[in-house]
């Protein structure tokens, strides 16, 4: 019986990382790590940690180097700029080191937010003008990535919604937890366009082109073009709650206090790369909603 083939996964407690473990553990030999040891499945490593970092992947002999973590928080990262170059660029620069000694592909997680938003959507071809800290530290890994391992998957997801109450940290959890909370009015702004990514799509996408060797770039997130204004519109419908939760749409700067960090208008990705090789298993953000919704939030109202 052949043996199963290993994969390191580091910073792997986040949302991601979850759909990562989950998606890959019955097939896969999985090492997981995270500065954050917050499931049993989890070791601890602090990936910024050259050395350490290198010990550990070294140690585990994997086939291949998955590089999930990073700090998502623009406001963090804006006013943190030195820890979130360290955390999301330089310890991707480890990453590839390591790959590269241990002739491994590496995995590595971009974002939509790397764009200016000034088109209205952008294919894995358009050119990046990131526009604040979070976004330059997160293009400068992906450049790093690009033009110096010798294989790799660069995969960009866009607003990310997986894990559920627990480790979902982004804008589906903020909106569940105000309804959780007894809110029957909800602010949501109309004015930021995107594409939703559902973690466990992202993960099977992610494992396909793994196991099809197609390296390379790609955008990766779910279909249908939306805003924010509009998701949380279906989520409160498809929770039932329509009638009493209203949502009220507001600018941007009702927010700007809070959320000061620059955003770009429009976060929309094609999956055109993925698309034309005929790979794209990412399905239309509200069928994902709703299965998102059905397998962790049962039971959470």
């Known amino acids: 019986m052949e043996s199963r083939k290993k994969i390191y996964i580091a910073g792997c407690g986040g949302m991601l990382g979850e759909a990562f473990f989950r998606v890959y553990r019955e097939d896969y030999e999985l090492e997981c790590s995270d500065i954050d040891v917050n499931a049993g499945w989890l070791k601890f490593l602090d990936f910024r940690d050259r050395d350490a970092y290198f010990e550990a992947v070294k140690e585990f002999s994997p086939d291949y180097l998955f590089h999930l973590g990073a700090y998502t928080s623009l406001e963090y990262c804006e006013v943190n700029p030195d820890d979130a170059y360290v955390t999301n660029t330089l310890a991707v620069e480890n990453a590839v080191h390591i790959a590269n000694e241990l002739d491994?592909?590496?995995?590595?997680?971009?974002?939509?937010?790397?764009?200016?938003?000034?088109?209205?959507?952008?294919?894995?071809?358009?050119?990046?003008?990131?526009?604040?800290?979070?976004?330059?530290?997160?293009?400068?890994?992906?450049?790093?990535?690009?033009?110096?391992?010798?294989?790799?998957?660069?995969?960009?997801?866009?607003?990310?919604?997986?894990?559920?109450?627990?480790?979902?940290?982004?804008?589906?959890?903020?909106?569940?937890?105000?309804?959780?909370?007894?809110?029957?009015?909800?602010?949501?702004?109309?004015?930021?366009?995107?594409t939703p990514t559902y973690t466990v799509d992202f993960a099977r996408n992610v494992r396909l082109l793994l196991e099809k060797e197609v390296w390379g770039l790609y955008n990766m997130v779910c279909g249908g073009m939306t805003g924010r204004f509009e998701v949380a519109s279906e989520l409160v419908r498809m929770l039932g709650l329509a009638d009493r939760v209203a949502i009220k749409a507001v600018g941007s700067d009702y927010f700007k206090e809070e959320y000061f960090a620059a955003r770009p208008p429009s976060e929309r990705l094609v999956d055109r790369k993925l698309t034309l090789r005929g790979l794209n298993v990412m399905r239309d953000w509200r069928v994902c909603l709703r299965e998102y919704l059905d397998d962790y939030y049962a039971g959470y109202l």
Not at 153 to 172: N, Q, S, T
């Open 104 to 194: 491994i592909p590496v995995l590595y997680i971009s974002t939509a937010g790397i764009f200016d938003g000034e088109s209205e959507t952008y294919d894995d071809w358009d050119q990046p003008r990131p526009l604040g800290v979070y976004a330059r530290s997160k293009y400068a890994g992906e450049r790093f990535v690009v033009e110096n391992a010798r294989r790799y998957l660069v995969c960009r997801a866009g607003w990310m919604m997986g894990a559920g109450p627990e480790k979902d940290k982004k804008f589906i959890q903020k909106i569940m937890g105000q309804i959780k909370s007894g809110a029957d009015e909800l602010f949501v702004v109309n004015d930021k366009l995107g």
